[in-house]
């Protein structure tokens, strides 16, 4: 009989214990194991190469990931990317989406030695995307949804495309954004996905661990890998193993409330468009451009989840179906001539929020904002951001599980601080402020503030805070 998600996240990897009997699989934090003869031992000798933490996470990720077969789990994101990248030939290219993570963006563009292209695989047309991909390419790398501006790629398309090429070379799928829940792409032709189990599928801010899962026709590049992750070192600790395989046993009810909450949170922004908010990106909204798209590459479980919720119609009217806990939005300038204004806006919004936390990460039960100008994206020249959309008024939000309304509640009360009438008022009055302490300071000053500020009976005409 096949098992559901959630029975599967619950009960794959985690039997009762059978020298105690122990519901719960218990820590193993010994780092060597006793041989019974020399060589011999009961399937572990040292934790580097083997734990049982480990072994019990990687066979429910396994589970998970529709398609999957072999899973192994890193002590970080940024050891899964360095090992994948490592295993390659020192000659190989990649081609990689161009909005990919900052933190992946250094690694290849700084330490990774390897040549990498960066293209806009949403857009690209099909001759632009073979013709990127050299005799050499070993691998194509995906995010999708891109971070932080959640454009979508088909990944059948790009796996197409890579398999009529004469490089024919691996498709991997960061599918961080999304989890097991959402997004299967190994069931839509992709060779590897990637995880950061820091995020969703620990769920609690408290691990740092990535993973790789690979279909059943790959066993030698798992092997591969495997023996890389060893040599390097790049594996999680028994307690991390542990906590994160604790976590993941509650996937799909995290994920349905962080996308409920997402595309609540999604629809009021996109309520307020032309007042303080200039667009909002989620595509599980039906004005997305690729919300079609959203749908249809819905993982069997997902789509059998959001189908459950009414018919075509319902769907219509709610503003969309649910995708993601992530969303990001532009926000509306409270003063846009000035140059620093977007950047100073919101900021200010970020700062004014009760219960999102300002911090870089995502996935977890609470609700997190960001700047990605200036945070996650920051490695990532200006030059760069531009192109890619990573303007300094592009807010990203991790949508938590707590209560939507309250959410809303107090996206509503920042916004009006930083862009309604309450933050005009408050800028006023810190710039008269400002003007009046140096009338009396200098007269020099005086005149000065007069020119830049075009000010007219010690009163200034247009505010700006930066």
């Not at 290219?93 to 700084?110: A, E, I, P, Q």
């Not at 005799?135 to 495309?161: A, D, G, Y």
Request: aromatic content about 6%; overall charge negative; glycine content about 8%.
């Amino acid at each position: 009989m096949t098992q559901g998600f959630s029975t599967r996240a619950v009960h794959i990897g985690s039997s009762p214990s059978k020298e105690t009997g122990a519901v719960i699989p218990p820590i193993s934090l010994s780092t060597t194991y006793a041989q019974e003869a020399v060589g011999v031992h009961k399937g572990y000798e040292y934790t580097r190469s083997g734990n049982p933490n480990r072994d019990q996470l990687e066979a429910q990720l396994t589970s998970l990931e529709a398609g999957g077969q072999f899973a192994l789990a890193f002590s970080s994101g940024s050891a899964t990317t360095a090992t994948v990248l490592q295993s390659l030939d020192r000659d190989a290219h990649v081609l990689s989406v161009n909005d990919v993570y900052g933190g992946t963006f250094r690694y290849m563009t700084k330490v990774s030695g390897l040549e990498t292209t960066f293209l806009d695989m949403e857009t690209a047309d099909d001759d632009a995307i073979l013709a990127s991909i050299r005799p050499n390419t070993k691998l194509i790398w995906i995010e999708s949804p891109t971070n932080p501006t959640l454009r979508l790629i088909s990944i059948p398309h790009i796996v197409s495309l890579a398999r009529s090429h004469p490089a024919n070379p691996l498709v991997l799928v960061d599918s961080t954004f999304l989890s097991p829940y959402y997004f299967s792409p190994l069931l839509l032709g992709a060779d590897i996905v990637m995880h950061s189990l820091t995020k969703y599928i620990n769920g609690h801010s408290d691990v740092l661990m990535g993973a790789l899962i690979l279909p059943a026709r790959h066993a030698a590049l798992a092997d591969r890998l495997r023996f890389l992750q060893n040599a390097i070192g790049a594996v999680p600790s028994a307690f991390d193993a542990w906590l994160a395989q604790r976590g993941a046993k509650t996937l799909q009810l995290r994920m349905r409330q962080h996308g409920l909450n997402a595309l609540r949170v999604a629809r009021f922004l996109e309520g307020r468009i032309g007042k303080d908010v200039v667009s909002v990106s989620y595509p599980g909204l039906a004005s997305h451009p690729r919300n079609a798209l959203a749908r249809a590459s819905l993982s069997p479980h997902a789509k059998d989840w959001v189908d459950s919720l009414g018919s075509d119609a319902d769907i219509a009217a709610r503003g969309g179906f649910p995708y993601g806990g992530m969303l990001s939005f532009r926000i509306q300038p409270a003063n846009p001539n000035s140059p620093d204004e977007p950047h100073a806006t919101a900021s200010r919004f970020l700062q004014e929020l009760k219960i999102f936390t300002l911090a870089e990460s995502l996935g977890g039960v609470e609700s997190l904002a960001e700047l990605p100008s200036r945070m996650t994206h920051g490695s990532i020249p200006p030059e760069g951001r531009a192109i890619l959309g990573i303007t300094d008024d592009l807010i990203r939000l991790s949508c938590g599980v707590e209560d939507p309304q309250d959410l809303i509640s107090d996206i509503e009360q920042a916004l009006q601080k930083a862009v309604g009438a309450e933050a005009v008022a408050t800028k006023a009055v810190a710039k008269e402020t400002i003007v009046s302490s140096d009338f009396h300071l200098n007269g020099v000053m005086e005149k000065k503030m007069h020119q830049v500020n075009g000010l007219t009976n010690g009163r200034a005409i247009e505010v700006a805070c930066s």
